[in-house]
């Protein structure tokens, strides 16, 4: 399944973050979503809304340089985490990789950088520059992307 939208501003993108993040099943632990896109595209105003929609009130940077953020919930963490400054997929060993789907849901912007993340994702989130704004491409890439994009759908038609 794919939809795509049309964000013609930085509120319409906090909007499909709020639309998201009610859309995220309730058991997210091990859910792979990969945001691909230019720097300055809005994936990291996508995480910002998302996470503050869930009820995050700390500060949300850029994972540019930390690699990792993680955020705690009562139902499990979010790890957001941006591939952009790496080499190598082996350099995922040192992030702790295999250890994250243990723990929570994985945002990662960047996933190209290492195909293993982009092959192992469950639901993929391309932005494309256009003249007035961006438009969006979300396509699932699992049965656990299709369940949650179809909700996601229903959220954003509403």
């Known amino acids: 399944m794919e939809i795509e ?15 998201i993040a009610d859309s995220i099943p ?10 691909i896109g230019e ?5 990291t105003t996508l995480v910002r809304s998302l996470l503050r929609s869930l009820g995050y009130k700390g500060n949300v940077p850029s994972p ?16 957001h985490i941006d591939l952009y400054r790496i080499n190598d ?5 040192f992030l702790g990789w295999n250890d994250l789907f243990e723990d929570g849901m994985i945002i990662v912007e960047w996933p190209q950088r290492a195909p293993i ?3 192992k ?21 699992s049965s656990n992307g299709e369940s949650f994009l179809e909700i996601l759908k229903k959220k954003i038609q509403h």
Do not use: C
Not at 26 to 35: A, E
Not at 39 to 43: I, T
Not at 68 to 79: C, D, L, Q, T, V
Not at 89 to 93: D, V
């Open 117 to 119: 993340v982009k092959n």
């Open 26 to 35: 309730h058991d997210y632990i091990g859910l792979i979503v990969s945001l």
């Open 121 to 141: 994702s469950d639901i993929e989130f391309v932005f494309d520059f256009i003249e007035t704004g961006r438009n969006i491409k979300i396509k699932s890439l």
């Open 64 to 79: 540019t340089y930390t690699l990792i953020e993680p955020y705690e919930f009562e139902r499990g963490k979010i790890f």
């Open 5 to 19: 939208l049309y964000l013609k501003d930085e509120y319409s993108t906090q909007n499909l973050g709020h639309a």
């Open 89 to 93: 997929q082996s350099e995922l060993e």
């Open 39 to 43: 720097m300055g595209a809005g994936k």
